[in-house]
């Protein structure tokens, strides 16, 4: 199976395929009306598509396309700027304040 991007939450893997239509509507075709239940159940079966394994959202496009490959770009750059701004080392001061704390609380609870 090849490898597939979702449009709506970035997911690039494998998908699912699933029928189209409903399944109460097939059992009460089949109940009520044999032959449109029959008709409908081989629609279904007939009409599979693919879908994203994460949000369940039909919005898949071909990961090698040059589209996705473009918001595969996009999603990298934002994530590697992400973590440059949000990353912050503690510094010195704050570890020893953090292990001075610690150990008064270990010392509160024995």
Known sequence: M????CTSCGYVGETKTIPKGNTDTEVILWFCFLIPGLIYSIWR???R???????????????????????IRENRAKQARAEIKGFRPPSKTAIKVGRIAGRFV?????
Do not use: E, V
């Open 45 to 47: 079966f007939r009409s």
């Open 106 to 110: 270990g010392r509160l609870f024995k």
């Open 2 to 5: 090849a490898r597939s991007l």
């Open 49 to 71: 598509h693919a879908i994203c394994s994460i949000c369940d959202q039909a919005t898949i496009i071909p990961a090698d396309s040059p589209q996705a490959l473009q918001i």
